[in-house]
């Protein structure tokens, strides 16, 4: 998933790439209590996250103004991430809350931003 397209068969010669709604960011979000990896754009196919199908509730309010975007409980898929279409070019508070633990990072939702988000330790 790259912020501008969806990419399938990255790096092959039968790569196609369907281009995403240019207003619109897709960000994964894998939340975790105790093991995490590293990631910027995130694989449809081969990224795991630690709390596989785990109801949580989802935050999302801009980092400068406060408005809220998104305020629900969602579960996370069966690799352990949930997605999260959010408003493109801005700077936006993601907030996690799953059986009482929480935790929060800060992101971007620009053009050479990751669409990765493995860093919310809940705790």
């Known amino acids: 998933m790259r912020p501008d ?4 068969q990255p790096g092959t010669s039968e790569e196609v790439s369907a281009p995403l709604d240019p207003s619109t960011f897709y960000l ?3 939340p975790y209590r105790d093991a995490t990896h590293p990631c910027e754009m995130h694989s449809l196919t081969t990224c ?16 400068t103004t406060g408005e809220v975007l998104i305020d629900r409980r ?3 898929a069966d690799n ?10 801005r700077e936006l508070r993601v907030s996690v809350e799953a059986g009482g633990d ?11 931003d990751p669409t990765c988000l493995t ?5």
Do not use: K
């Not at 352990?80 to 070019?89: E, K, N, S, V, Y």
């Not at 929480?102 to 050479?112: F, I, L, M, N, W």
């Open 5 to 8: 397209a969806l990419v399938l």
């Open 74 to 76: 969602q579960r996370t």
């Open 119 to 123: 860093e919310i330790r809940l705790g």
């Open 48 to 63: 795991l996250g630690e709390m596989r199908d785990t109801e949580i509730g989802v935050r999302v309010a801009d980092a």
């Open 102 to 112: 929480t935790g929060e990072a800060v992101v971007r939702t620009g053009s050479d």
């Open 28 to 30: 994964s979000v894998a």
């Open 80 to 89: 352990g991430f949930a997605g999260l279409w959010l408003p493109r070019d």
